[in-house]
């Protein structure tokens, strides 16, 4: 507890807002995790970048949580601060760009802080008139999380909305980046473990967005969320598709998972949706070891029948 103290001190937070052994099941989309050392809400940009230089200087570890989706915790937990960017969650105008400085047409630049979740961006766009994003709605998750994995729905990806970037370094400065000059494919950014930015962290993003009718921006946001509640999205604590589709394997993941037999296979109450194989799903109380162990047997089983390896959308973190 002392260092915990020391730690308070240096970061300038007070030690009321730092909580200890915080449950991750709370914090994400599969309600599945073990404790969290430590656990903060970073109120702006500023100070998020504050704690994140002196957690460095100090060889303290810690992991960014976005909208806690696309991540399975293990029963252990987390060995590391884990800085939770949801309060960062503020959207503006930026500014109009005029015609012909536009790449497909958009009218209005859209700031977004990396917190906030996906469905209240694309409304926020909704409510200004502005369509690109109704694509992405009903994903969960939040913008930053978006960025880094570079989500893709219906067959547009997250990076063709982006203009810039706004980061911090590994050492904690605040950046601004071009979102065009940064290396983006199928669901993979510069930001993933490996890449070129590893280690660098979104905190918000410039979004190139085109005036249209609202009536029309409803309508495709409606479709979408429609066609993911017919999907079984949300009768069950998930995170989503937990494979990425491989266009080289002649048919979406869910099509080879479902001719395997995977529908409603289930390991505890970590289980395989029967409404759609691609979607792994809590059905009350599903151990984080169950939830691997049945995602590695789904690879198994595609790697035998079919000889290639499923990847997964899902990150494992922590300790299992």
């Not at 599969?30 to 994140?52: H, M, N, Q, R, T």
């Not at 109009?96 to 766009?125: K, N």
């Not at 505890?268 to 979607?279: F, K, L, T």
């Amino acid at each position: 507890m002392q260092k915990l103290w020391q730690i308070a001190r240096k970061i300038n937070i007070d030690r009321s807002r730092i909580r200890v052994s915080e449950p991750m099941a709370l914090h994400t989309s599969f309600k599945i995790g073990g404790p969290a050392d430590y656990y903060i809400l970073p109120y702006s940009e500023s100070e998020l970048g504050a704690i994140v230089q002196a957690l460095r200087e100090l060889g303290e570890p810690f992991f960014c949580l976005g909208g806690g989706a696309n991540i399975l915790v293990g029963d252990r937990g987390i060995r590391a601060w884990v800085l939770d960017l949801s309060m960062l969650s503020g959207c503006r105008i930026n500014h109009r760009i005029p015609a012909q400085e536009a790449s497909f047409q958009p009218s209005v630049s859209l700031y977004a802080q990396a917190g906030i979740p996906i469905d209240r961006l694309c409304e926020e766009a909704l409510a200004r008139g502005l369509g690109g994003l109704e694509n992405f709605y009903g994903m969960p998750g939040s913008l930053g999380g978006a960025v880094y994995m570079n989500a893709r729905c219906y067959e547009q990806d997250i990076a063709a909305t982006l203009s810039s970037l706004r980061v911090l370094s590994p050492q904690g400065e605040r950046k601004t980046l071009d979102s065009s000059i940064l290396p983006w494919s199928y669901k993979h950014s510069a930001f993933q473990p490996g890449a070129s930015l590893d280690g660098w962290i979104v905190t918000g993003a410039e979004l190139k967005l085109r005036a249209a009718a609202v009536s029309e921006i409803a309508g495709v946001m409606r479709a979408r969320k429609l066609d993911r509640i017919d999907k079984g999205h949300y009768r069950y604590p998930s995170a989503g598709s937990m494979f990425k589709n491989n266009r080289n394997f002649g048919k979406p993941t869910g099509a080879i998972l479902d001719s395997l037999g995977f529908k409603g296979k289930r390991i505890g109450d970590a289980a395989v949706s029967p409404w759609h194989a691609n979607i792994f799903v809590n059905l009350g109380n599903a151990a984080a070891k169950d939830m691997r162990l049945l995602i590695e047997s789904a690879q198994e089983a595609a790697r035998r029948a079919y000889g290639f390896e499923l990847e997964t959308e899902v990150l494992f973190i922590g300790e299992f």
